[in-house]
């Protein structure tokens, strides 16, 4: 199993990103898949998930209306469009598969001026 994100960067307060997860090494149309995020000197933050077919989205309260998940299950490819970004969301963003059996290894957001 691998699960590989892209997409973090530096942006400015109220810009957007798009990250991605790419994943390979199973049945990736078959498994709910979330996005999990680690602030600086903080511990891990469950932020977002999606169901199989990509119809049923469930975000935390910090997030939603500003971020959206989705996946394309013929690239094998989850996403988080993240926009009005604050400050308070930097941290690493990691993708990981249903009951976090399976984590990528991260991709970094910062949002500072």
């Known amino acids: 199993v691998q699960l590989v994100e892209s997409g973090g960067s530096l942006v400015q307060p109220g810009g957007s990103l798009r990250l991605a997860c790419a994943a390979s090494g199973f049945t990736f149309s078959s498994s709910w898949m979330n996005w999990v995020r680690q602030a600086p000197g903080k511990g891990l933050e469950w932020v977002s998930a999606i169901n199989t077919a990509g119809g049923s989205t469930y975000y935390t309260d910090s997030v939603k209306g500003r971020f959206t998940i989705s996946r394309d299950n013929t690239k094998n490819t989850l996403y988080l469009q993240m926009n009005d970004l604050k400050p308070e969301d930097t941290a690493v963003y990691y993708c990981?598969?249903?009951?976090?059996?399976?984590w990528g290894q991260g991709t970094q957001v910062t949002v500072a001026s």
């Open positions: 990981a598969t249903a009951g976090y059996k399976y």
